[in-house]
């Protein structure tokens, strides 16, 4: 009996200290594995914005990203991709000043009851800023698209003129095809652990595209993208 009372302490003991240092061998690929994920989004992103701003049905996007203060691209929106029953991805922030872009900030959307009429089971997605005012907001967390900014699903066409009156303005890319795809509802959030590893510190929204005192030239080619297509 006093054997197995001296043994099970013990025992504890030794079972916190291989969790301990399980937890030190898996942190750093962890890690390793989210800076591999964000470097990828931004690689998409700039392949994503090349697609549409070749695409004739996309002349409303381009004239819309020459006024735009901000652009957000998801690559890839997935049913059930953010949670059960929902549709969700995560995406890239880049905002304007004059005529030069900055970032990006890493974010992602998700809800119940974006309209998956892309039939099936993903699209590309951009996302115009139109005002300071919606661009100010994404600053912080969770916002809501329709509550903190109205939405609304851009035209398919040449674009030659066009202005939208709402916030943001949404363009969608399914298997070759535009879609539109209703997003109001959906939560943005940043994404604060992939901008950390992509910047190699904490950076915020407001580090990344106001203060600008976090920067990687991996995404150069990103940012040149999207002012060839503005």
């Given at each position: 009996?006093?054997?197995?009372?001296a043994?099970?302490?013990?025992?504890?003991a030794?079972?916190?200290?291989?969790?301990?240092?399980?937890?030190?061998?898996?942190?750093?690929r962890?890690?390793?594995?989210?800076?591999?994920?964000?470097?990828?989004?931004?690689?998409?992103?700039?392949?994503?914005?090349?697609?549409?701003?070749?695409?004739?049905?996309?002349?409303?996007?381009?004239a819309?990203?020459?006024?735009?203060?901000?652009?957000l691209?998801?690559?890839?929106?997935?049913?059930?991709?953010?949670?059960?029953?929902?549709?969700?991805?995560?995406g890239?922030?880049?905002?304007?000043?004059?005529?030069?872009?900055?970032?990006?900030?890493?974010?992602?959307?998700?809800?119940?009851?974006?309209?998956?009429?892309?039939?099936?089971?993903?699209?590309?997605?951009?996302?115009?800023?139109?005002?300071?005012?919606?661009?100010?907001?994404l600053?912080?967390?969770?916002?809501?698209?329709?509550?903190?900014?109205?939405?609304?699903?851009?035209?398919l066409g040449?674009?030659?003129?066009?202005?939208?009156?709402?916030?943001?303005?949404?363009?969608?890319?399914?298997?070759?095809?535009?879609?539109?795809?209703?997003?109001?509802?959906?939560?943005?959030?940043?994404?604060?652990?992939?901008?950390?590893?992509?910047?190699?510190?904490?950076?915020?929204?407001?580090?990344?595209?106001v203060?600008?005192?976090?920067?990687?030239?991996?995404?150069?080619?990103?940012?040149?993208?999207?002012?060839?297509?503005?």
């Amino acid at each position: 009996m006093r054997n197995n009372v001296a043994i099970e302490p013990t025992r504890r003991a030794f079972t916190r200290a291989a969790l301990a240092v399980g937890a030190v061998l898996v942190l750093p690929r962890a890690r390793a594995d989210e800076g591999a994920e964000a470097r990828a989004l931004v690689d998409k992103a700039r392949i994503t914005i090349e697609s549409l701003a070749r695409d004739k049905n996309f002349g409303a996007l381009r004239a819309g990203l020459q006024r735009a203060h901000g652009v957000l691209i998801f690559p890839q929106v997935i049913k059930g991709g953010f949670f059960v029953g929902g549709s969700g991805g995560t995406g890239v922030l880049l905002a304007r000043d004059g005529e030069e872009w900055y970032g990006p900030a890493f974010y992602t959307i998700g809800s119940a009851s974006i309209g998956v009429q892309f039939g099936g089971e993903a699209a590309e997605v951009v996302i115009l800023v139109n005002n300071r005012k919606a661009l100010d907001r994404l600053y912080g967390n969770q916002f809501k698209l329709g509550s903190d900014a109205s939405i609304a699903a851009g035209p398919l066409g040449q674009g030659g003129g066009v202005t939208f009156t709402t916030d943001m303005t949404s363009f969608s890319k399914s298997k070759g095809a535009f879609v539109g795809v209703s997003l109001e509802g959906s939560v943005i959030d940043v994404r604060d652990s992939l901008n950390a590893e992509y910047y190699g510190r904490k950076a915020t929204p407001i580090d990344i595209l106001v203060k600008r005192t976090a920067t990687n030239r991996h995404a150069d080619a990103l940012r040149a993208a999207v002012k060839a297509a503005a």
